[in-house]
């Protein structure tokens, strides 16, 4: 299988209301993966990520955080 040829990580914290468009819009570029960083949320956003087929981590709740770890788990 070839490796992506772009990693995009979305932050999220209680996103339920808007993760669906942002991983569905993500998905359609060529050749990607998309990697859902969560910190901490209360509402359905990483079970909703998680059937889009987004790879789902958690991190504490900080932007540049979850963006770090994001990062190291791209390929």
């Not at 942002?22 to 990697?35: G, M, P, S």
């Not at 990483?46 to 932007?63: F, H, K, N, P, W």
Request: proline share 3%; no cysteine; net charge negative.
């Amino acid at each position: 299988m070839r490796q992506p040829d772009l990693s995009i990580i979305i932050p999220t914290l209680n996103e339920a209301a808007n993760i669906s468009e942002a991983v569905r819009r993500a998905q359609n570029a060529r050749n990607v993966e998309v990697i859902v960083v969560d910190g901490g949320s209360r509402d359905d956003t990483t079970e909703i990520a998680g059937r889009l087929g987004a790879l789902v981590l958690a991190a504490e709740a900080s932007r540049a955080r979850q963006m770090n770890v994001g990062a190291m788990a791209a390929t």
